[in-house]
């Protein structure tokens, strides 16, 4: 599968994540989900999405950059839960046309400190 066509593929999984059956097409029955800040490890489609499909608050999500080749995709983005936003980076591992591997890393904003303003923009 080219580059194009994983993007597409993202593009569409990103698009409306309510969108259970939009959501999940993109997962090998056997795919394999893992948050590394909590220690969670969900195993199979069916278990990603009954998990998905019990979270009992609304979701948005927006693509704030997207890179990959091959079979290694990162999307960066920004999820809210019920109106409240965060950070989050997914990295997708493709085998073939589906994803195979999925990590999860999630991060609350912060004000920086005044000490670093004069390095940043």
Avoid: C
Wanted: charged share 25%; proline share 5%.
């Amino acid at each position: 599968m080219e580059d194009r066509e994983i993007r597409a593929l993202l593009e569409r999984h990103w698009a409306d994540i309510e969108d259970q059956a939009a959501v999940h097409e993109i997962y090998h029955e056997d795919v394999v989900l893992e948050f590394p800040q909590s220690g969670e490890r969900i195993v199979g489609v069916a278990n990603l999405r009954a998990m998905r499909e019990a979270y009992p608050g609304r979701l948005t999500f927006s693509i704030q950059r997207m890179r990959g080749s091959g079979n290694l995709w990162v999307t960066e983005g920004i999820i809210s839960y019920d109106g409240t936003p965060m950070r989050t980076v997914t990295i997708m591992e493709f085998r073939g046309s589906k994803v195979a591997h999925e990590t999860i890393y999630f991060g609350e904003p912060w004000e920086p400190p005044a000490w670093r303003a004069q390095w940043t923009e």
